[in-house]
């Protein structure tokens, strides 16, 4: 994959690239990591060289990134699972091997989306939904039923002494409350199927996730 796109930043179009990332692109993408989750995000859930080493192995098509002026800006990772073999409530450290992705497999008929990141000083600038949308294509391409991923909910922690998960969701939902993730998601057109209990080691979601799905239209 390789595409080249125009994002606006302050009105003016600056040209992007959406590609699949490699082993020279390593040093790049933990950089990103960093910019893109500062504490209270754990620290040791930012990539490291040998889990993105299993990515470009195991599934290179699951392994994307996004770059301006050869600087990487944004990136995104999957793997190809059997839901069936998981069950609703589970959480990110199992559906991703600790994001080694090892349980890849290659009869799955889902692309299940482990981290989706973007610098800062990009987030508005819509690539974000462009890398989504790359791997919708991907979805399509290998003719996989369906994309599916947990949506961090950061507006959530702050309100978890008053609400479950669930009915914050439902006010996101509903339109009375905004949450920044699961928000863009809807955006870009994921669904909510579910609440994930104890998904990940986040403060700002209460370990919370939403499970947000992307149908395959042509299947």
Not at 11 to 29: C, M, S, T, V, W
Not at 74 to 92: F, K, P, Q, V
Request: negative net charge; contains cysteine.
């Amino acid at each position: 994959m390789r595409k080249e796109l125009y994002l606006f930043i302050d009105g003016k179009p600056q040209k992007a690239i959406i590609r699949h990332y490699n082993l020279a692109d390593f040093e790049g993408l933990i950089h990103v990591q960093r910019l893109s989750f500062p504490p209270p995000y754990p620290q040791e859930l930012w990539w490291n060289k040998d889990q993105l080493t299993e990515h470009v192995t195991r599934f290179p098509e699951g392994a994307i990134c996004a770059e301006v002026d050869g600087s990487i800006i944004g990136s995104m990772t999957g793997l190809r699972i059997d839901m069936n073999e998981y069950g609703h409530d589970h959480n990110w450290e199992t559906i991703s091997d600790s994001g080694y992705i090892r349980n890849h497999k290659e009869s799955g008929d889902t692309l299940y989306v482990i981290d989706l990141c973007v610098i800062p000083e990009y987030r508005k600038s819509g690539i974000g939904k462009w890398l989504m949308q790359s791997m919708y294509e991907t979805v399509v391409q290998l003719g996989l039923l369906r994309l599916l991923g947990g949506g961090r909910m950061p507006g959530y922690g702050a309100r978890s002494h008053q609400i479950s998960p669930e009915e914050y969701l439902d006010k996101v939902m509903q339109g009375e409350w905004k949450d920044p993730v699961i928000t863009f998601l809807l955006k870009c057109g994921r669904m909510p199927i579910g609440v994930a209990h104890n998904y990940l080691d986040d403060e700002q979601s209460h370990n919370c996730a939403a499970i947000m799905e992307w149908r395959n239209p042509f299947k």
